[in-house]
């Protein structure tokens, strides 16, 4: 069925930025909601940022001011523009719909590493 699969991760200094990217295909993209999720070494799965279908946004408190979420619907992508990256950010990221996430279904997920 549907399918989501994050891309763009890497390595990045401490106060460097980053776009991930999520690919989105048997799903209506302009009629859900999608989030960001993000697992640390050794810690459990959080939620970092959501988009609504009509656009509006929001944040966990450790992101709010250097994420941004966003949603290309003729390209048929999320997005997740990282700025201002901490250590503390370093995790493997997810996307997902609300959906997906409380049937615990997810993608292959993208490293993001932040180190300097």
């Known amino acids: 069925q549907g399918q989501l699969v994050e891309s763009g991760g890497g390595l990045v200094q401490p106060g460097g930025s980053l776009t991930l990217s999520c690919a989105v295909s048997?799903?209506?993209?302009?009629?859900?909601?999608f989030g960001w999720y993000r697992q640390a070494p050794g810690g459990q799965r959080e939620w970092v940022a959501q988009?609504?279908?009509?656009?509006?946004?929001n944040y966990a408190d450790s992101v709010k001011g250097r994420f941004t979420i966003s949603r290309d619907n003729a390209k048929k992508t999320v997005y997740l523009q990282m700025n201002s990256l901490k250590p503390e950010d370093t995790a493997v990221y997810y996307c997902n719909t609300p959906q997906r996430a409380n049937s615990n279904s997810w993608g292959p997920g993208t490293q993001v590493t932040v180190s300097g």
């Open positions: 048997g799903i209506v993209i302009n009629w859900n909601s």
């Open positions: 988009i609504t279908a009509v656009g509006s946004t």
